[in-house]
């Protein structure tokens, strides 16, 4: 008998994973998002205008052509993102963009996306990218323009400029509207409230002089 339950536990546990995907499927053509709207209830995700009132300019967007502000935060890079705002057409359609731009010898940190893969593709500059899978094995590769490079989803990774005195670009489509980011360095050190200082030293193998310190450089 428990054998019986375990294979139809097994059967369904299967059919469940298989039917699993970063966003649901659309249920029309396109829904463009109604961004004007007022909030006056909560959803998963924006209302849709009407579909007659569409126009080609929901579709466009301009978002990621200009470079991004590197000197925003200590690691020297810049994430511009698609969204409902900049691209209210891309509602619905599970995907994200996303341009990344990194200063000489800038750095993304190692980070994850919970709800997606990334494929980026090098438009300037040289990138050491890579990720670490749950063997903790890593992959990395060294890319130049027009090079692209996969992330598995929810994975860390992480982009790298290797010149000290030359910018990097690169953009990046992800299989989710809302991927999700975690940094690493700022999930553990940054939190609000704060991890036990107790728990990132044994975690870290650091002392609480390092806690303290770590998270200073982190918030200033």
Not at 95 to 103: E, K, Q
Not at 149 to 160: D, E, M, S, T
């Amino acid at each position: 008998m428990r054998s019986i339950f375990k294979l139809h536990f097994l059967v369904s546990l299967t059919l469940l994973l298989g039917h699993t995907a970063a966003d649901p499927g659309p249920l029309q053509d396109y829904c463009v998002a109604d961004t004007n709207g007022p909030e006056t209830f909560y959803m998963n995700g924006v209302p849709c205008i009407n579909p007659d009132l569409a126009t080609p300019t929901h579709f466009a967007t301009s978002a990621l052509s200009k470079p991004g502000n590197t000197s925003r935060n200590p690691f020297g890079f810049s994430i511009i993102l698609t969204n409902t705002r900049n691209l209210p057409g891309h509602h619905t359609q599970g995907l994200t963009m996303a341009r990344v731009d990194i200063a000489p010898d800038g750095l993304v940190p190692p980070h994850s996306h919970p709800r997606a893969s990334e494929v980026t593709i090098c438009l300037e500059g040289e990138l050491l990218v890579g990720f670490v899978d749950t063997s903790n094995k890593l992959y990395t590769q060294q890319l130049r323009p027009g090079e692209s490079f996969v992330f598995p989803r929810g994975l860390i990774h992480f982009f790298y400029n290797l010149s000290p005195t030359h910018p990097a670009a690169a953009v990046s489509g992800l299989n989710s509207q809302n991927p999700g980011a975690q940094l690493m360095s700022i999930a553990a050190f940054t939190s609000k409230p704060p991890l036990p200082d107790e728990v990132l030293e044994k975690a870290f193998k650091i002392h609480g002089q390092d806690v303290a310190r770590i998270r200073r450089n982190l918030e200033g």
